[in-house]
């Protein structure tokens, strides 16, 4: 396994490089004004932490059920599910039952790494099947690294009496270990594709984050410019490999960052010339699966301000 500081994309940790997201605070604001994710964001009371401390809220979070609908690429599977959020474990918290043969998906809610196993697990409609143990990375329970996870990162997942980390290799293992829609092409030239695409994701990242404290946006424009001219592959839906798959799971975390923070502070619109991309969040912004996981852009916003000390 990678060690915390070599790739942005595998996990989060307790201590960040430069480009890393582990270490974002996050604070709960009400305004929405961003068009990602859109106005699913409010219905979403995924609120962790009181705005004036990092003290975890000690209620559950309750998402309202959706009404049934019959399932779609976008919506996969997700579409009445009702799921109780449990509050972040921090080091006050007593372990749960490990090995006893439950699957546990252990997250942070802030984590875009953890983000995008949350989401595939959504997807694939195992609610039922992987219970979700969220973590308090600023103030993280001491069993976590020395019974769960020794790495001590986010996401993790305890199955069949083993811990698995690394988040692009989870939400492999998690598609073809675990039964409900595939999130995997089946077509040879998609698969090939959807392996660059997953590769390149460093380079996404590493690209936009460069931008955030430079005049130029150079190094943006041409991630994004990438991203535009991926989506342009196969032209038969509008995802990255035409059908939904894990592929876009992988960038969504990102990209619901990326794109608040850069509009607010570079007055950068990501989407302003680039159709497909914007065609493509607002198909993201359907899928109940994914809508779970969001938070307000605003706090996104905020925690960016904090971590790279911009100014507004």
């Given at each position: 396994m990678s060690s915390p500081t070599t790739s942005l994309t595998n996990?989060?940790?307790?201590h960040s490089s430069p480009l890393d997201f582990s270490s974002l605070s996050y604070l709960s604001l009400s305004t929405n004004p961003f068009p990602f994710p859109s106005s699913h964001t409010p219905r979403l009371p995924l609120r962790?932490?009181?705005p004036h401390s990092s003290r975890v809220l000690p209620a559950p979070l309750l998402l309202k059920s959706r009404s049934r609908t019959r399932a779609s690429p976008?919506?996969?599977a997700t579409g009445s599910v009702q799921e109780v959020l449990p509050p972040a474990l921090d080091?006050?918290?007593?372990?749960?039952?490990?090995f006893d043969g439950t699957t546990r998906l252990y997250i942070s809610y802030l984590c875009p790494y953890a983000q995008r196993v949350w989401i595939a697990r959504n997807c694939k409609g195992l609610q039922d099947k992987i219970k979700l143990v969220?973590?308090?990375?600023?103030n993280r329970p001491t069993w976590y690294k020395e019974k769960v996870y020794p790495p001590n990162k986010v996401p993790s997942l305890e199955h069949n009496n083993e811990v698995k980390g690394e988040s692009l290799d989870l939400l492999k293992f998690i598609d073809s270990s675990f039964e409900g829609p595939s999130l995997f092409p089946s077509d040879p030239a998609k698969r090939q594709f959807a392996e660059e695409l997953l590769s390149y994701i460093d380079s996404f990242n590493k690209g936009v984050i460069s931008s955030f404290k430079v005049e130029g946006m150079n190094d943006a424009d041409a991630a994004f410019d990438y991203f535009e001219t991926a989506l342009s592959k196969f032209d038969d839906g509008p995802f990255l490999l035409a059908e939904f798959s894990l592929v876009d799971i992988a960038y969504a975390p990102f990209i619901e960052r990326f794109q608040p923070f850069l509009l607010d502070v570079k007055k950068y619109d990501i989407t302003a010339g680039r159709?497909?991309?914007?065609?493509?969040?607002?198909?993201?912004?359907?899928?109940?699966?994914?809508?779970?996981?969001?938070?307000?852009?605003?706090?996104?916003?905020?925690s960016y301000k904090k971590r790279f000390s911009a100014q507004p």
């Open positions: 996990c989060c940790t307790a962790i932490q009181s976008s919506s996969m080091s006050t918290s007593d372990p749960p039952a490990i969220p973590i308090d990375l600023q159709p497909k991309l914007a065609a493509w969040i607002k198909e993201m912004n359907k899928n109940e699966a994914y809508k779970q996981t969001q938070r307000d852009p605003e706090e996104h916003v905020q």
